[in-house]
């Protein structure tokens, strides 16, 4: 794969503002429930015991930091980029980075793809992209998809955050395959019928000890971004492009239609209460705020952001408590459940979402370039108004320049790899 840097820059708005002060289940789970850490890794976001979900929560935090026009902290991306294996791969966690990775080191697909995402989106790590995505290839199992583990059979949620990965970096899916498979068609193995007693549309998570194959809400979420090729981060679907939400056996195992019927699934599952819920043995149910969140995602992906209006209105009213408790990649789902929707994350049910999550690690940048075009066009309406100066607009721009030399940039330019 080549990879070759995408770079944008807003001149203009950075001199305008020198001066200013300024997994299957593990991999679902937002922040598995452990011990806190004694000593927080420098760098990382959350005090929570990173060893089962570092890299997983610290690449949800940086795209949503991204999405929502944050420029992250430089020693926030180190500490994720320091986290990759000679081979390409990432374990949840390493300790001691220094350390050479050898056969001990648990690294996984679901740590990886995310990792790519998050490192894509921010932009100058190209040759650990690549590295990544050419161990995850590396790992791809016969039948397309991919396991959370290297050699484990392949699941849902696994499949679905590598497509991610792939399509973030425009690479696409159909293309890499194993066995003449592709990731589409292990994805497909998991999509159940549309009748109520076989699934009703859902994705299982992978067979279990039986073979059977058992409906599952968030393989289902998983599932339809996974079909549709989209990545943890998505856009609102058009309904009118969109196979409508309900489940039929009709048009056979197409992909498209395996989003749809699996989106119905998640449609019926939220009628009830809004929200899924979460049930343990021996305790009630719980409404289960993370794969809410998923399923909000699915649902605008699929088919268009008022299908999510629901869940998406209940999560603003319940979820700050969680995601407080929660840590940094409850915020980051909810973030990415706004901008999957065209929701304003910084007034989520009157919470902040970005600066919740801002506050949870190293202090961002500042602000990127595309989220200042306003402040720019303000500020160049006033450089207008001096035109009436002696020396004029440009004589003020290099004053500016003179300026910033000495007091460094505060807006700086992003630089992203891309893939022809």
């Known amino acids: 794969m080549n990879v070759r840097r995408r770079s944008s820059a807003a001149a203009l708005a950075a001199i305008a503002v020198i001066g200013a002060a300024t997994a299957p289940?593990?991999?679902?789970?937002?922040?598995?429930?452990?011990?806190?850490?004694?000593?927080?890794?420098?760098?990382?976001?959350?005090?929570?015991?990173?060893?089962?979900?570092?890299?997983?929560?610290?690449?949800?935090?940086?795209?949503?930091?991204?999405?929502?026009?944050?420029?992250?902290?430089?020693?926030?991306?180190?500490?994720?980029?320091d986290q990759q294996c000679a081979n390409g791969s990432f374990?949840?966690?390493?300790?001691?980075?220094?350390?050479?990775?050898?056969?001990?080191?648990?690294?996984?697909?679901?740590?990886?793809?995310?990792?790519?995402?998050?490192?894509?989106?921010?932009?100058?790590?190209?040759?650990?992209?690549?590295?990544?995505?050419?161990?995850?290839?590396?790992?791809?199992?016969?039948?397309?998809?991919?396991?959370?583990?290297?050699?484990?059979?392949?699941?849902?949620?696994?499949?679905?955050?590598?497509?991610?990965?792939?399509?973030?970096?425009?690479?696409?899916p159909e293309d890499v395959e194993k066995g003449g498979k592709s990731p589409y068609d292990a994805l497909l193995t998991f999509a159940l019928p549309c009748a109520k007693d076989k699934g009703a549309g859902a994705f299982a998570f992978q067979p279990d000890k039986d073979g059977k194959l058992l409906p599952n809400a968030d393989a289902t979420a998983a599932g339809v971004l996974g079909a549709l090729g989209r990545g943890l981060v998505t856009e609102a679907g058009s309904g009118a492009k969109s196979k409508a939400a309900t489940c039929s056996d009709a048009d056979g195992p197409t992909r498209e239609q395996a989003a749809a019927n699996g989106t119905a699934y998640l449609a019926d599952a939220l009628a009830k209460d809004g929200h899924l819920v979460s049930t343990l043995g021996g305790s009630a149910d719980q409404p289960d705020y993370g794969n809410t969140a998923d399923a909000v995602v699915a649902l605008a992906a699929q088919g268009g952001a008022d299908k999510a209006a629901e869940s998406l209105a209940w999560l603003k009213k319940n979820a700050a408590e969680w995601a407080a408790e929660s840590g940094p990649a409850a915020y980051a789902q909810l973030i990415l459940a706004a901008h999957a929707t065209g929701t304003d994350p910084r007034d989520f049910g009157g919470t902040d979402l970005v600066e919740k999550l801002n506050a949870t690690g190293p202090a961002p940048q500042g602000t990127a370039a595309k989220d200042t075009a306003a402040t720019s066009d303000k500020a160049a309406d006033e450089e207008d108004k001096k035109d009436d100066s002696p020396f004029g607009v440009w004589w003020f721009v290099g004053v500016c320049l003179v300026f910033g030399i000495g007091i460094g940039f505060l807006l700086s330019n992003r630089s992203k790899k891309q893939q022809p």
Not at 52 to 60: A, K, M
Not at 62 to 78: E, F, I, M, R, Y
Not at 99 to 126: E, F, I, P, R, Y
């Open 25 to 81: 289940a593990v991999a679902a789970d937002p922040s598995p429930s452990a011990s806190p850490s004694t000593t927080t890794p420098s760098g990382l976001y959350g005090t929570a015991d990173p060893q089962y979900d570092g890299v997983w929560r610290q690449s949800l935090a940086l795209l949503a930091q991204d999405t929502a026009g944050v420029v992250p902290s430089s020693k926030a991306v180190k500490w994720l980029t």
């Open 91 to 172: 374990a949840p966690f390493r300790a001691d980075p220094a350390k050479a990775c050898d056969a001990k080191t648990m690294v996984d697909t679901n740590s990886t793809a995310a990792a790519v995402q998050a490192l894509w989106a921010v932009g100058g790590h190209g040759d650990v992209v690549e590295d990544a995505l050419g161990w995850l290839k590396s790992v791809q199992n016969k039948d397309g998809g991919w396991g959370y583990s290297p050699g484990t059979p392949s699941d849902a949620n696994s499949t679905s955050v590598v497509v991610g990965a792939l399509t973030a970096t425009e690479t696409n």
